[in-house]
């Protein structure tokens, strides 16, 4: 009786040493297989995959990204098409119905819901994307740069068509941090509206929170070259300085600020009168459209009074969009500005704001003026339209964004880029 009692007890303190080791082990592996699980459970759903059922899918994005000749003649010969243009291309409607159930089209299109990182939830950025038509391309780029730290306006020309109109309404409702501008004005190209675009949706994200450290303004045909993390990284690098081109203004483009402009049928057109100087004596500089500037300077623009009257000049002129924001950044007083002093110049190409391949740069490797390899695309106004064969050359370059993608002409370039920025941020997580 004893005998049998005292062999139950070994067996029961078996048991329970076994049980307890095996409970040590799961406590000393538990974080890892933990955080394993989280990662499954967190950020799988996040991948692109095969399964998305892109029709792009059939083509070989390392290769393409790696400039193997094969890959990318036949992605140049898939682009063209008849057949692969039609099922690549989404009307506005299907935007308009898929974002009815929210939830739905935030999980098949693999929004992101939360920050990826604690470093990047410190560091919110606001984006204003003028937009008027090619609802698809925009809607590729907001997945691309979408956080839900962030903050988006999105301006949607007033003659937009009414599809896109809905459709751009239709998938920012389903996205809390992001608006359509309260004001929308009438883009007319190379004319001041184009500017007063940004500047509604400045003062609309300037009001909407304290919070952004950096804004940023694009178009609906860019792309971003860099992760969230990776701008959130360069950003920070500036130190509270502004990147955007700001040089000397060539003579050939003069007579674009000393001659009056004014918009005649939706075109801008000299009026032959002469315009007086800019106001305060300000040296009128040379830049782009597109910029990344801090916070500070975003409240210079919507209060500093030579700013203003400089605006108000500027009302007049040929392209204020290539001038204006190059000429504040060199404003005294100006957060994040660089002194006049033409030592303080700066490219585009030294610029991070925006990746551009304008035709009459593009070269040979040979030739000691070209600044770039020749567009693997097509041309639209003298600017690049990326083809897939432009994306190894873009890549190497330190610019946040590039312009211009058309997923109507090559959607495998845009299709690649996206792919290989969320494999990105997803290994970033390590
Ligand atoms: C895609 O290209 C890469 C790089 O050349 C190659 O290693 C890989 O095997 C290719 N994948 C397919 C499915 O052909
Ligand atoms: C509208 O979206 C639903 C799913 O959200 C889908 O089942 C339906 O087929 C769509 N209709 C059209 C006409 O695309």
């Known amino acids: ?24 082990l799961s406590l000393l592996t538990r974080p890892k297989a933990e955080w394993s699980l989280t990662y499954i459970l967190r950020y799988s759903w996040l991948k692109y995959t ?20 094969e890959a990318l003649e036949e992605a140049k010969l898939l682009a063209i098409t008849k057949e692969f243009r039609k099922t690549v291309r989404i009307p506005d409607e299907y935007y308009i119905n898929a974002s009815q159930d929210c939830r739905q089209f935030k999980l098949s299109r693999k929004y992101l819901t939360f920050p990826l990182s604690q470093e990047e939830a410190d560091f919110p950025l606001a984006y204003s994307i003028v937009v008027h038509h090619k609802v698809q391309n925009f809607e590729r ?27 751009i309404r239709a998938i920012t409702s389903c996205l809390p941090n992001t608006f359509i501008v309260s004001q929308a004005v009438d883009v007319v190209y190379s004319a001041w509206p184009r500017v007063q675009a940004d500047l509604n949706c400045m003062a609309d994200l300037y009001k909407a929170t304290t919070k952004w450290k950096y804004f940023i303004n694009l178009c609906g045909q860019d792309f971003p070259l860099k992760t969230n993390l990776e701008i959130v ?9 502004n990147s955007l081109e700001s040089e000397k203004l060539p003579a050939e483009k003069m007579w674009r600020v000393t001659n009056v402009h004014q918009i005649v049928d939706g075109q801008i057109q000299g009026t032959g009168k002469a315009k007086e100087p800019p106001p305060f004596n300000l040296p009128i500089l040379s830049g782009s459209a597109y910029f990344v500037v801090n916070r500070g300077f975003i409240r210079s623009v919507l209060e500093d009074k030579r700013i203003l009257a400089l605006m108000e000049w500027a009302k007049e002129t040929y392209s204020p ?3 204006l924001w190059a000429t504040i950044q060199r404003i005294p007083g100006v ?4 002194r006049p002093s033409r030592k303080y110049d700066m490219s585009d190409i030294n610029a991070i704001a925006r990746l551009v391949k304008w035709q009459g740069h593009e070269g040979s490797q040979e030739s000691l003026e070209a600044v770039y390899p020749k567009c693997q695309g097509s041309h639209v106004r003298s600017i690049c339209v990326y083809g897939v064969g432009d994306l190894q050359w873009m890549l190497e370059h330190h610019h946040l ?6 997923t109507d002409t090559d959607p ?13 941020a997803l290994s970033q997580l390590h």
């Open 141 to 167: 780029l907001l997945r691309a740069i979408y956080a839900p730290q962030n903050i988006y306006c999105v301006h949607v020309d007033k003659t937009a068509e009414a599809s896109v109109l809905s459709a």
């Open 1 to 24: 009786m004893k005998l049998l009692k005292r062999g139950r007890l070994l067996l029961f303190l078996k048991l329970t040493l076994v049980l307890g080791s095996l409970w040590m």
């Open 401 to 406: 964004f590039a312009n211009k993608f058309d």
């Open 321 to 323: 969009d290539e001038f």
């Open 335 to 338: 957060p994040g500005s660089t």
């Open 233 to 241: 990284r360069m950003l920070r690098s500036l130190n509270g300085g």
């Open 50 to 69: 095969d399964e998305d059922d892109s029709p792009e899918k059939v083509c070989n994005c390392s290769a393409i990204l790696q400039g193997e000749r």
């Open 412 to 424: 495998i370039a845009v299709y690649c880029l996206e792919k290989y920025l969320r494999k990105k």
